[in-house]
């Protein structure tokens, strides 16, 4: 006799483990009264989002006190990039004119409201690095225990810059580079900013990054902000071509001028978009970026001087190594 296997595993589509976040079986919301002031009162409720671009938070605040103490459900998800188990806890925070505090003991987390139903947390951790993150208010009974995180709101604006060099191979016109936009404040033109990504290896490749910290420092400043996403990075369209290295014939690195020339025409891509958004004021730019981009930012600076406003840095270089950009640099 032949029986049918059980097959209810098979076929169904696993979540991705990094999506779940843990949350207490019941939560224990109880509505403000009357005699907590309205702009306290304001964060009751429960807000998602992520720290970073890709930790995914929850939390959730039960309830507020006259006083602003507030119980608070502090709940974040697995993640590899940022070496965090999925975990949650009820801890004690204090809500007042400059929004909601508490302490994990190993970090110091803020939260301020921006809008009706968004909150923008700040994350200083002991070690003096700082995290940002962005969250949008949800119904608590939409919250189940682990809550699928798998969609949340991601700073800024997304945006395609067609490439002004690299075609699309089917003939279907040029190339497209992700990118994040940030409107300067106010009315009236903003001189730009374009802050660019680093470096990076294997699927990290596919990642997209928003900044959300340091273009809001470049918006308080008065900028309008455009990341970049070069090609092969993230969604934008093309092969990754940074990695375009000469050889020796021991397989030594011995030059890298290709990749470098890649990353200056997205580079340049980007600064072509960015000037003729309606709202940047017309003049040089502002070029900032970390670890292989602070390397760029200062050659296409030295190329164009009287395009550039200025260039920050933030650790440049392109490799390691005396030797790889001699020939480059000849």
């Not at 990754?240 to 011995?254: C, D, F, K, L």
């Amino acid at each position: 006799m032949m029986t049918t296997p059980t097959l209810a595993q098979v076929g169904t589509q696993k979540p991705d483990p990094e999506s779940l976040v843990p949350l207490p079986k019941q939560l224990e919301m109880k509505p403000p009264d009357a005699s907590v002031r309205s702009e306290i009162a304001r964060y009751h409720g429960a807000w998602v989002g992520s720290w970073g671009d890709d930790l995914r938070h929850v939390v959730v605040i039960e309830s507020i006190e006259q006083s602003g103490k507030a119980a608070i459900v502090y709940a974040t998800s697995d993640s590899a990039a940022y070496s965090a188990w999925a975990s949650w806890q009820r801890i004690d925070g204090m809500i007042g004119e400059s929004g909601a505090h508490l302490s994990l003991g190993h970090a110091e987390v803020a939260y301020e409201l921006n809008g009706p139903d968004r909150l923008v947390g700040n994350f200083a951790h002991k070690t003096g690095r700082v995290t940002l993150g962005l969250l949008t208010r949800l119904d608590p009974s939409q919250l189940g225990s682990p809550h699928v995180l798998d969609k949340w709101e991601i700073p800024g604006e997304r945006v395609f810059i067609p490439h002004t060099k690299v075609m699309r191979s089917d003939g279907g016109g040029a190339i497209k580079l992700e990118a994040r936009l940030y409107r300067p404040k106010g009315p009236g033109s903003a001189p730009l900013a374009i802050f660019n990504h680093g470096s990076d290896i294997g699927r990290n490749l596919l990642n997209s990054y928003s900044y959300f910290g340091e273009a809001r420092w470049l918006l308080d400043k008065g900028f309008a902000v455009l990341i970049p996403m070069r090609r092969g990075r993230g969604l934008s369209e093309g092969t990754y071509g940074e990695a375009t290295y000469g050889t020796s014939r021991s397989g030594q690195i011995v030059d890298v001028a290709q990749g470098i020339e890649e990353a200056i025409d997205d580079l340049e891509a980007a600064l072509l978009f960015g000037r003729a958004l309606p709202f940047v004021k017309p003049g040089p730019v502002l070029l900032a970026g970390q670890s292989r981009v602070g390397f760029l930012s200062v050659m296409y600076a030295g190329r164009h001087p009287k395009d550039v406003l200025g260039v920050v840095s933030f650790a440049g270089g392109w490799m390691g190594g005396s030797r790889v950009l001699e020939r480059f640099n000849s």
